[in-house]
């Protein structure tokens, strides 16, 4: 079925006023969006949130919204700047698939969406994947980036740690391409299961682990050094991370998710850590960095 939007402009200060008075005519289920908050969080989380949408920093009006069925009878809104709109209603969750079809990354790998039919003419390692409603599809430059680095360095027997794993994509890949083991985080549990469920599509065991980075210490003591380590993040959080970076780091160290014209800041703070450049690639505007 189709829904009437119903959107109530107001301020900051009025919002648990106008909340408070569609509660009480039965209108519960509200979506906020506030103005003042949003530019408070850019302001203070500034160096972690390169991912996201450009249009939040064009927000400037504060408002709250809820949705009914055509022919409701909203009324008692009287005094409030109100807007109607009629929202189509659409398979939002699958709608997508259309548009991601499979895609070959370098010499050895091919990301193969379950939905589309198989043509591997040049046996290449299958990654089978359905990402959800999770980052990490191959598409983005910042995966894609990493999935070019995996490709070159993967042998048999390796060992992984995949920071921030959204699908598991770049886990599971590194499996598929000969690693022996992979241990993921990411601080979405939703992510931990839809990256595990993509490793069992791929018949790979994997151990996605729910964890802050920032927070969890304990989440790193249950980490062993591994041969390759990925860190497809923001270049904030990395340099913040970069002492446990080294940490954990027994070989090589991939980082992604980076501004091109942030990555020689991130670098240099990774050298300090004892880190050597060994190779960059940019894409998109987007870098990823190889290090020793």
């Not at 107001?10 to 648990?16: G, Q, R, V, Y």
């Not at 599509?201 to 210490?217: H, M, P, S, W, Y």
Request: with cysteine; aromatic share 8%.
């Amino acid at each position: 079925m189709d829904w009437l939007k119903i959107t109530i402009k107001t301020t900051h200060c009025e919002i648990d006023a106008v909340c408070a008075r569609l509660a009480v005519l039965g209108f519960d289920q509200l979506e906020i969006e506030d103005a003042e908050e949003i530019s408070n969080f850019i302001e203070h989380e500034k160096p972690f949130w390169q991912l996201a949408d450009d249009s939040l920093l064009e927000k400037k009006d504060t408002s709250i919204s809820f949705y009914v069925a055509p022919g409701t009878d909203v009324t008692g809104l009287d005094g409030l700047e109100v807007t109607r709109a009629i929202i189509r209603d659409t398979d939002w969750m699958d709608n997508w698939k259309q548009y991601y079809k499979p895609i070959k990354i370098g010499r050895r790998i091919l990301i193969q969406p379950e939905w589309e039919p198989l043509n591997n003419i040049d046996n290449r390692v299958v990654f089978w994947c359905d990402p959800g409603v999770s980052f990490g599809t191959g598409t983005h430059a910042t995966t894609r980036l990493c999935l070019e680095f995996l490709d070159k360095l993967v042998k048999k027997g390796d060992t992984v740690i995949d920071l921030g794993c959204g699908s598991g994509i770049l886990s599971v890949t590194s499996m598929l391409l000969g690693a022996k083991s992979a241990f993921a985080v990411d601080i979405d549990s939703h992510a931990c299961n839809i990256a595990r469920r993509n490793a069992e599509r791929n018949r790979q065991i994997l151990t996605a682990v729910q964890g802050n980075l920032l927070e969890d210490d304990n989440l790193w003591l249950g980490m062993q050094p591994a041969d390759i380590v990925c860190a497809n993040l923001v270049s904030g959080l990395i340099t913040t991370l970069a002492p446990k970076l080294r940490v954990v780091t027994s070989g090589y160290l991939i980082i992604s998710g980076i501004l091109s014209e942030c990555a020689d800041g991130v670098c240099r703070v990774l050298q300090q850590e004892g880190f050597r450049t060994a190779e960059r690639m940019e894409s998109e505007g987007w870098a990823a960095i190889l290090l020793l």
